[in-house]
């Protein structure tokens, strides 16, 4: 089955910046696409950035242009997500996933707190 496992979350300064990862392990097929959700608590989880594997095509949330980077590196299996700016609504656990053949997986969640 795969496995998603987020790092690099932790308590950041407002203007600051922090970058978090996530390594893909445990399937056989073609990753499809990669990318970053998050949620507050008591909120909806939201689209935050994804990726074409394949390609390295890129979108991103409205909220995330100018100040987030979706990146992948293929040999690791890993996608990162690079925060500047950061704001105090961007706190919020953020998920990783991953569409593998014709299934959805996410990782458990790493939890980024913008605050002085």
């Given at each position: ?33 990669m990318g970053w959700y998050r949620q507050a ?76």
């Open positions: 089955q795969v496995q998603l496992v987020e790092s690099g979350g932790g308590l950041v300064q407002p203007g600051g910046s922090l970058r978090v990862s996530c390594a893909a392990s445990g399937y056989s097929s073609s990753i499809y696409t608590p008591g909120l909806e989880r939201t689209f935050v950035a994804s990726l074409y594997w394949s390609t390295g095509n890129t979108n991103y949330a409205d909220s995330a242009k100018g100040r987030f980077t979706i990146s992948r590196d293929n040999a690791k299996q890993t996608v990162y997500l690079q925060m500047n700016n950061l704001k105090p609504e961007d706190t919020a656990l953020y998920y990783c996933k991953a569409i593998v053949g014709m299934k959805a997986y996410w990782g458990q969640g790493t939890q980024v707190t913008v605050s002085s």
